[in-house]
């Protein structure tokens, strides 16, 4: 019986081991762009600001969405 429940345990303690590691690896990865603006919302941040003019906007936009 105590055989029965170590290898529950060790399983477990395996599979919870796995599941932290692939959630470690993938929030290193996406976390960083997460948390990052992309170049469309960089562009529009500038068009707002006034450092680039709406043709630059567009044909900047254009570029980007290829």
Do not use: Q
Not at 21 to 34: E, F, H, P, Q
């Amino acid at each position: 019986m105590i055989g029965g429940l170590m290898m529950v345990v060790f399983w477990g303690l395996i599979i919870a081991l796995i599941v932290l590691a692939v959630k470690w690896l993938t929030n290193d990865r996406s976390g960083a762009s997460r948390g990052k603006p992309d170049a469309v919302d960089t562009l529009r941040e500038r068009f707002a600001s006034g450092e680039i003019d709406e043709e630059e906007f567009e044909r900047r936009k254009k570029v980007l969405k290829r």
